[in-house]
């Protein structure tokens, strides 16, 4: 929920891609960083990346705001009423 209330703001993510579901939420290199699970040194040169180059910052902003639509009330509403009848 964290990660979707982030893009939600325009704010770019930098997640470890655990099993349980930051690929489902960040599109790696569009809205935000995925890491290899324990790689440190990576999640730290992508957060370096993040803070120095504003352009990458903008770009990931506008797409987190588009991704957040995917887990919107109306959507996630429709998708329940559609599973359950």
Known sequence: MVLIEAQAYGLSA??????TGPR???N???SGYLV???D???????MYRL???KNMREKFSIKAK???FLFSDER???QWNNLIG
């Open 28 to 30: 790696d290199l569009e």
């Open 24 to 26: 489902e939420i960040i």
């Open 40 to 46: 440190v040194s990576d999640f730290s040169r992508k």
């Open 76 to 78: 996630i509403i429709k």
């Open 51 to 53: 803070i120095v180059d």
């Open 36 to 38: 290899r699970p324990g």
């Open 14 to 19: 930098i997640a470890f891609d655990c099993e």
């Open 66 to 68: 588009e991704n957040s």
